[in-house]
């Protein structure tokens, strides 16, 4: 790095690859971008057509993106792009009265943010089946389900003992096994203090391995990897033939404690680490871990035979197994290359002990052993995704282009820009076993001029591309609030959501005659077991004003309702006036929140979700009568 | 309403409409909605070109939309009807780090939520003039201000005293001298403890009066009006001929405390509230007020001819004035018709005292004096927008339709059905005096079946509307977030954002070169003044370690971080595991976090905004020494 200029282009190339990387970096013409996209396209029409759902007709896959900082899922529709949904996910949400309800406070517990960085839908068998959404917190080492028979986030667990920033994470094992989340960060384990002075010495990298558990729609932890003090990064389960396995790409490899932009991209190489997880689970099954704050801890070094390095280009981001689960490709983004690795050689190498040394006590496969294919792709590429057709699609940050090969042959099919800076891409059922190859979506962190501008913070843009034929094409540009990271792609039909929660009369504080709402006093505890209906409140059905509450100031006061129109598409809401509270009651739910009422006065009260023509009049009076 | 069996539809309409209703309900055959929608526009081709907006390409028109319960406000592209932005408002959003910065925390206060009903772009001689957009939270009686050269919201307002549940408010008048916020609820002033049953003798509706400095970028309460206990609705600024006058709706004129879903329904006739603002202006800085609660308070009883009453159909939501400024339109929504009033009549009906009597001291205008049409435009009608020759477009919450007709000679032109239950509709600079004439925008309250199930809580929808012709042809359907209420769509070349924040040298806390990032120490304050810059984070220039910071277990830490990356669309952010502190940096922007070090240990820090491809190394570590 010495001796090059800094900026946002040239300080990313070893000094040894910049001939090749001039070479590949500007065989697309970027300033006749636009024209060469309409070129591809024929008439925009054709694009128009084929994005346009006509009102009354609906998408035929869902998207879910992560939101990145924003803590919440994005649900898009495709082929439109648009956006159908925010979930909230480790951020209140006051619209869906996420964080304000018992059971939403709980689970969010001190924090009121995360960094939603990674998705994964539920599989069988290698598939998508639609159950469930996982989603992995980088900022403070959570993970999180969400039911895809509600859209709610059902559990959180975390944070997460040991970890620090676990990056990608939510990538499930075939028949949903695991979620892995290996660190982003090391640190001493279990927020122990020690300097970065002492990196080397007393900073660790960690992956977890979480388990959920579908009937119960908890999540819990299985056990821990103790690894090098390196950052682990992106990663992908063994698939069909290479089932049971998994691997991650991980950078820092240096061990560098400070300004990692220089330091982290010392070394002409990282690693990917390959591990056994089934030969782990039954290590950890006999017993063979030591509990670190609660976790189970296993040591690799201390039994060999299960962790596995493969040398990588320098500072990977993306590692992909290939559908057919006989490749993994990953690439430096420091490099030009992608790197097809074979998953049989990788096997034998490991029989065979083919290793090219050690390091941090793990052992080194020797990269000629299992290289399959290094294909030149172009500028900065981060991560792969793939068709039915054996190709792989992978994306040029710096490029800002996504390039088209042949992961068998090696060979480069088509190129083609994008706007601008693409990190992920989500192709149509593209992490499962068997992917439709219709639909790419390249997850782009720039978008500067493509938008009415927003002011100097700009959207980020999802594009999406048609991958039916040989050559790309350009559909639509979706700005997106900050920031998809990720986001996975599956056919509309295997989702199937509720319209309606079953009227369960046996759930705790769940009312369903008007008649039967009421309220009970113990001592300085107010419970209001009320109902919501078109187009009233009824806390107290004995009262003169069933719609009013009368307690005294400091009294602890709980509202529990329950949205008794059990029709499509009638969800009220509770919000009261300078109380800050507030509470989404979809159809047929009971909910409830809680709180001192500590200030005095007349606090009216009224349904937040337009639910009729007489929405308005649903209101009512909170009375807090002063000491 | 006794009787009557209650559902969706049927306890609605008084006895005496029914008939006509039913005449007037069904000529929309629902059942072939889709198909009458397609022989409308043609070939669905068509709608599809008209709303592509190709990549590279822009949207000619701004939609600001406000996100109800969210808080927000969202900002749409118009015709792609693509979400570009939200802008958060009376809710923290992570994203935007709004709510951890030391700046947004105190703008919010108390308050994690607020809904959010209304927004108005600010109006020079009554056109839009895209320097700022207006909000008001109906929830804890708040204003705020967005400025539209950044996005960002600038300064909020409240709880402004007297005020319960601003529920319209945010429109301006033609100069934004004012906005005006009239009270859904009414209550005991300033929140003194009053039993419902003292409804009638203790409980005010109050409309406030607040303006904004567009230098100092501040509103405040001018003054504010006493009046009857009544629920106020919506608004209308007079234009051109009417400018100095206003009007707003009302209901509860029965007085009704309890259950309004009936008692609020008994009254034939509600009533508009038709006040003289520059009159009361005048008044008021005369010294006619009395102090409550701080506000200064205007009795219209008292000094009478500034406030009267006009009858209008039972229940009604809109009023609107029309771009030429002579007439004001309202509806009952449980009346099938639309009463076109004439500003000139009524002006004169003023001077000559031609009233049909007082309520509560108010003088009530007689109906037929002021009356130029009545127009029967279907069951539920709510809001009404305009285009640029003469015609009216007034939503039809139960038809679930809109109604198109000529306001000077009342004739019924047209009517298109929307899905489903259409709350407010958007015309291309509606409220402005030169509506364009080309697009609605339909916000409706119900989705059904529009779009991907997403559970039992379904999306709002926004469907857009070519109005260009004689008859209106729906072009698209947008899927919304919860809850848009109300929205003005504005030319695009009317708004000019900058791109990057100007380097302000003399900014407080604000560091401009890498070498000048330093830390300062008073004994257990600690101020962190640093950088960020592609792709790293300088927080000590001096130090060996220029991107860690060490502090004490009950340090009280204080991070103010510039952006020096003076570039389009390069934002960066720093977020701090486990310690729940965010911030988003803009271009040239310096922002601020504290909190107290009350954890010890080793917490890494990093890059939230994806910013380069060298992102991932722009980390950092917080070290927190125990005690």
């Not at 956006?83 to 909230?88: A, C, M, N, S």
């Not at 986030?153 to 939510?170: M, R, S």
């Not at 290094?374 to 068709?387: A, K, N, R, S, W």
């Not at 720039?446 to 938008?451: A, E, M």
Request: hydrophobic fraction near 35%; aromatic fraction near 12%.
């Amino acid at each position: 790095m010495k001796g090059v200029k800094k900026g946002w282009f040239t300080p990313l190339i070893s000094g040894l690859l910049v001939g090749v990387l001039i070479a590949v970096a500007f065989f697309v013409n970027f300033k006749q971008l636009n024209s060469a996209n309409n070129s591809k396209l024929g008439a925009n029409e054709s694009a128009a057509e084929k994005t346009y759902v006509p009102p009354g007709k609906l998408d035929t896959y869902y998207l879910f993106a992560s939101g990145g900082h924003s803590g919440n899922v994005f649900v898009y529709g495709v082929p439109s792009m648009r956006r159908i949904r925010t979930i909230p996910v480790f951020t209140p949400e006051s619209a869906a009265g996420y964080g304000w309800t018992t059971e939403t406070k709980k689970m969010l517990g001190k924090f009121t943010w995360g960094d939603l960085h990674h998705v994964a839908i539920s599989e069988t068998k290698g598939e998508y089946d639609g159950r469930a959404l996982f989603a992995t917190d980088i900022q403070n080492n959570r993970a999180a389900a969400i039911d895809l028979k509600t859209f709610k986030t059902v559990d959180i667990l975390g944070p997460i003992p040991n970890l620090n920033g676990p990056h990608c994470a939510a990538f499930v094992t075939p028949n949903s096994e695991y979620i892995f989340l290996p660190t982003r960060f090391s640190a001493p384990i279990g927020h122990e203090y020690a300097d970065v002075s002492q990196f080397k010495e007393k900073y660790k990298g960690v992956m977890g391995a979480v388990q959920y558990d579908f009937n119960k729609k908890k999540l819990h932890l299985a056990w821990e990897v103790m690894l090098p003090p390196w950052s682990y990064d992106l990663s992908d389960a063994g698939k069909k033939t290479s089932n049971g396995w998994a691997v991650m790409s991980t950078y820092n490899t240096e061990e560098a404690n400070t300004t990692l932009e220089v330091g982290a991209s010392q070394n002409d190489r990282d690693y990917l680490v390959i591990f056994n997880w089934k030969g782990i689970e039954k290590e950890v099954a006999k017993g063979n871990y030591k509990v670190i704050n609660g976790a189970k801890m296993f040591d690799p070094v201390k039994t060999p035979g299960f962790v596995y390095l493969v040398p990588v280009a320098k500072s990977p981001h993306g590692v992909d197994v290939t559908p057919d689960g006989n490749y993994y490709i990953s690439s430096g983004k420091l490099s030009p290359t992608a790197t097809v690795y074979d998953w049989k050689k990788t096997f034998k190498a490991i029989q065979n002990k083919d290793f090219q040394g050690e390091a941090r006590g793990l052992p080194i496969i020797r990269y000629e052993s299992v290289r399959h294919k290094e294909v030149e792709v172009g500028l900065g590429p981060l991560h792969t995704q793939f068709d039915n057709r054996g190709n792989a699609y992978t994306t040029l940050f710096i490029d800002s282009a996504i390039t088209k090969f042949n992961y068998k042959t090696g060979k480069v099919i088509d190129k083609i820009p994008v706007q601008y800076a693409p990190g992920h891409a989500a192709a149509a059922e593209g992490d499962s076993v068997s992917p439709d190859g219709n639909y790419l979506v390249s997850l782009n962190k720039l978008s500067k001029d493509s938008y009415l501008s927003v002011g100097p913070s700009h959207p980020e843009s999802l594009q999406l591309i048609d991958i039916s034929g040989e050559k790309m094409k350009m559909l639509y540009s979706a700005p997106a609030d900050p920031e998809p990271h990720y986001a996975q792609m599956v056919k509309a039909d295997k989702i199937k959501p509720i319209e309606v929660y079953p009227k369960d009369t046996k759930r705790p504080n769940s009312v369903w005659k008007e008649k039967d709402a009421h309220i009970v006093r113990h001592g300085k505890n107010v419970d209001v077991y009320g109902i919501a209906v078109r187009s009233h409140f009824v806390f107290d059905a004995k009262s003169k004003t069933p719609d009013v509450v009368r307690v005294n100031q400091g009294d602890k006061v709980t509202f529990h309702i329950t949205n008794i129109d059990l029709d499509e598409d009638i969800t009220h809401g509770l919000g009261i006036t300078s109380y800050n509270e507030n509470m989404e009651i979809q159809p047929g739910e009971t909910n409830s929140f809680s709180f001192t009422a500590d200030e005095s006065g007349v606090f009216p009260l009224a349904c937040t979700n337009f639910c009729s023509a007489l929405h308005q009049e649903m209101t009512g009076y909170l009375l807090v009568k002063p000491k």
